[in-house]
């Protein structure tokens, strides 16, 4: 599968954003798709995900009640609509795919090119 991102840029604190990705090819073989980030200096860690066929749906702590993530499957889109970001939330966001069954943001199978997103105070 090919895993494509966007919706990157330049915000500021408090404001909002939307990244997309759309999955291309052998969609049907994975599971779940979702976004990873990493910042400067920083591990790579999951942000929230979401299983294709059930819409069972996992967030980190630090992006929970300020994120939603949704869904297309006609489309083969994801979406993450972030809010309320802070400085923190800067971070290169991958879009990943993966083909685990009921394990959400756990192994990723497929991994996408990042899209920037900068959060400035």
């Known amino acids: 599968v090919q895993l494509q991102a966007s919706g990157g840029g330049l915000v500021q604190v408090g404001g909002s954003l939307r990244l997309s990705c759309v999955a291309s090819?052998?969609?049907?073989?994975?599971?779940?798709i979702g976004w990873f980030r990493q910042a400067p200096g920083k591990e790579r860690e999951a942000v929230s995900c979401?299983?294709?066929?059930?819409?069972?749906?996992y967030y980190a702590d630090s992006v929970k009640g300020r994120s939603t993530i949704s869904k297309d499957n006609a489309k083969n889109t994801v979406a993450l609509q972030m809010s309320r970001l802070e400085p923190e939330d800067t971070a290169v966001y991958y879009c990943?795919?993966?083909?685990?069954?009921?394990?959400?943001?756990?192994?990723?199978?497929?991994w996408g090119q990042g899209t920037q997103v900068t959060v400035s105070s």
């Open positions: 090819g052998s969609v049907r073989d994975y599971y779940a």
């Open positions: 990943t795919a993966s083909r685990t069954w009921g394990r959400l943001c756990q192994s990723q199978d497929e």
């Open positions: 979401i299983g294709m066929y059930d819409g069972v749906i």
